[in-house]
């Protein structure tokens, strides 16, 4: 649900972005349109009839949009539903209260869209106008440049947002999670019967060079793995623990390259590893208070409420910390050990580069000692990508939200420019006549949207940051954000704007400055 929040509120902001190019580039045409007003008030408009027209057009545009936005639903929802991994119908017509909020956002949208052009037009005096003298101020200026500053905090937000999701699925991905999770196939042994034949069928499969180890067990990192209450020595008497635990058979730990660093791992010929022997991770010694001190301490399994029966086991071996679950979870005290119940997970490792040949070899083999279950099996390293899934969908999602947000700021960014270069086109061309070069006019030009894309930066940096550090507490291990991000975030604001500005900036600057002050 958190999600679906983050997207309704990316939603707002991309349609009120748009709302603020229509403003933008609504009151940028003032000058085609201010001889219309004037001429309407002449003939006897008021104020608020031209006001209502100037809006009416906006809502008649808003609900023309949301005609075409009905076919393009129908285009591409089967493709954003690939892309985000959902299954989403639209069928608002099914809904009444869906439809009714469709139009109610449109004629909102609609409205606040046209509202301050609106007022904005309808403020031409006729006598000024009809002279060609149309003066919008000072404060039409500014109230512009505050939109468009809006529109790029959103959008640096929006491509911080971006920069960092895609660093913490590379971070996930590339991280140590503490074992080996390659090549590592892992079936599921449902069939009660099959397990009593698991031991010749995991002693014929290592006859295949390809397959390099097997174990058994009742749990894999990833998932599956139980968690019970155990007692456990601490401070001279047993003491009851909630404790993840992985029951498996003697490989297991080798299986997964689990690194050791006090003790030593099952062994076959151990007799009393079977029924005795335990091994932890670094944080249940550390969470027993056991330190250095950890082999031969006792963990109670399996006990009745009495305190009796159960198995009393010895800790043989301590391996260092690994993810069992995922970086989104803090690793927590662990314990494996050989149970006396059956498994139902059997762990495989293949040599690096396998083949199709070999999964065939082992589905021959699960055939012939005769599975009564369908063989069917997945691969760990790609259990632990999927485990990421949401997060992965979440940045394709935003990514394709950022680069909306990128191109309706810069089309806020045209707007603005059309504006200036229509409202300072006499001074251009009385700076050209005074000698001025082209450049030094598109430096003057610039600098206005430069300033702007600072201001941006120097709001949207800290929201992002807050924000973004939020996110990344979701996960027990996570990136650090860098100024590097931040400053990919501002250098791709100024390209965008440095190109949108371009073209209206080129134009004004070499224009002959005689068609600017014939008339002075």
């Not at 911080?160 to 042994?189: H, P």
């Not at 910390?321 to 970086?327: A, V």
């Not at 807050?466 to 650090?480: G, I, T």
Request: glycine share 6%.
């Amino acid at each position: 649900m958190a999600y679906i929040y983050v997207f309704a509120i990316v939603a707002v902001f991309i349609l009120l972005l748009a709302s603020i190019n229509y403003m933008n580039l609504a009151t940028a045409r003032a000058a085609t349109r201010a001889r219309e007003v004037g001429l309407r008030k002449v003939v006897g408009a008021n104020r608020s009839q031209l006001a209502s027209q100037f809006l009416s057009e906006s809502v008649l545009l808003s609900a023309a949009a949301l005609l075409i936005s009905f076919a393009l639903m129908q285009l591409f929802l089967p493709a954003f539903n690939e892309l985000s991994g959902k299954k989403l119908t639209f069928s608002f017509l099914s809904d009444p209260n869906i439809l009714i909020g469709i139009i109610m956002i449109t004629l909102l949208t609609g409205f606040l869209s046209g509202l301050y052009p609106a007022v904005v037009l309808s403020s031409f005096q006729p006598a000024m106008v009809l002279k060609g003298k149309l003066h919008t101020g000072n404060k039409g200026t500014w109230m512009r440049k505050v939109l468009v500053t809006f529109q790029l905090v959103i959008s640096v937000v929006m491509i911080t947002g971006t920069l960092v999701i895609y660093n913490q699925l590379t971070f996930m991905r590339d991280a140590n999670v503490g074992f080996d999770k390659s090549n590592v196939m892992v079936v599921e042994v449902q069939d009660t019967t099959f397990r009593k034949k698991i031991d010749n069928f995991r002693e014929e499969l290592l006859q295949n060079p390809s397959i390099l180890a097997a174990s058994m067990s009742r749990g894999v990192p990833g998932g599956g793995n139980g968690i019970q209450v155990m007692r456990v020595e601490k401070d001279n008497k047993m003491q009851e623990y909630a404790l993840n635990l992985i029951p498996c058979d003697y490989e297991f730990p080798e299986l997964l390259k689990l690194e050791f660093i006090a003790g030593r791992s099952f062994n076959r010929d151990m007799g009393t590893d079977k029924n005795e022997a335990v091994i932890i991770n670094e944080s249940t010694a550390e969470a027993m208070g056991w330190g250095k001190n950890a082999l031969g301490k006792k963990i109670h399994y399996g006990f009745e409420i009495d305190g009796s029966g159960g198995q009393m086991l010895k800790v043989i071996g301590v391996v260092k910390d690994f993810n069992y679950t995922s970086l989104h979870n803090k690793i927590e005290p662990l314990v494996m050990f050989i149970p006396q119940f059956p498994f139902n997970i059997l762990t495989i490792r293949l040599k690096p580069g396998h083949s199709q040949a070999t999964i065939d070899y082992i589905q021959d083999k699960w055939n012939q000692f005769g599975a009564n279950r369908p063989f069917d099996y997945y691969f760990l390293d790609k259990d632990y990508e999927s485990k990421y899934q949401s997060e992965s969908k979440l940045g394709t999602v935003f990514a394709t939200f950022a680069g909306l947000s990128i191109f309706i700021a810069l089309l806020g960014l045209l707007g603005l420019s059309s504006f200036i270069a229509m409202q300072r086109s006499k001074e251009i061309g009385i700076r050209k006549v005074l000698g001025s070069s082209v450049e030094g006019i598109l430096r003057m030009l610039y600098r206005e949207s430069v300033i702007l894309v600072l201001i941006a930066c120097a709001i949207a940096i800290p929201l992002a940051h807050y924000f973004l550090n939020d996110w990344l507490d979701n996960f027990a291990y996570h990136m650090q954000i860098t100024w590097v991000t931040y400053l990919l975030a501002a250098i791709t604001s100024f390209v965008v704007a440095i190109i949108s500005v371009s073209f209206h900036a080129i134009k004004a600057a070499t224009a002959n400055p005689v068609n600017s002050i014939k008339y002075e």
